[in-house]
């Protein structure tokens, strides 16, 4: 048995299993409702079912997209990093194509509708519990503006950029501008 905890609202099935945190790790097992015991690698395990508590990492999708002589980036109204600017992004659904999520999150957040065009790159590091992927996407239709999750949005050059919310946001510029270079 897994445990399964929604990574926004930190909800999971089992008494206890509310978390003030969604990365935080869960303190009870979502089948039995017994304390989880932390083992010395691993995952935890139930104390009153025996059970295996795994928490495999969180999806979410990003996109660089070209627009008006720059690249698209969204102010933040959610923490982390609230109030900085990032691209827009979220978290992949089970079961859904990771292109179709970046591509509804962009529309949430922009109002912009996009084609995720090809991937820049993956971007992980130890002790995170999220992997992001970058696409590079084109804009089809839709006129900028901040919407939900997003306190302004704007469109840079890549050497005008305003404070970035995270320190991985810069090398994925360089990654993706590298790329482009190359396809030239």
């Not at 495999?56 to 008006?68: E, Q």
């Not at 996009?114 to 999220?130: C, D, E, N, P, T």
Request: with cysteine; proline share 6%; net charge neutral.
């Amino acid at each position: 048995m897994l445990l399964i905890l929604s990574p926004l609202t930190g909800e999971g099935q089992g008494e206890g299993s509310r978390l003030t945190h969604p990365m935080q790790q869960p303190e009870y097992c979502s089948a039995c409702g017994g304390k989880l015991n932390p083992q010395a690698s691993g995952p935890a395990r139930c104390s009153g079912c025996g059970r295996l508590a795994y928490l495999d990492p969180k999806l979410a999708a990003a996109a660089i997209i070209p627009y008006r002589d720059g690249i698209v980036l969204v102010r933040r109204a959610i923490e982390p990093a609230y109030g900085k600017w990032s691209f827009p992004s979220g978290y992949v659904n089970r079961g859904e194509k990771v292109e179709s999520a970046v591509e509804r999150e962009v529309l949430e957040e922009t109002g912009l509708h996009i084609k995720a065009r090809w991937l820049v790159g993956l971007y992980s590091s130890a002790g995170q519990q999220v992997v992001l992927s970058v696409y590079h996407a084109e804009v089809s239709s839709g006129e900028l503006a901040a919407r939900d999750e997003a306190l302004d949005t704007g469109s840079f050059g890549p050497d005008k950029l305003p404070e970035l919310a995270f320190d991985h946001d810069a090398r994925i510029i360089a990654d993706w501008q590298r790329q482009l270079r190359r396809q030239r």
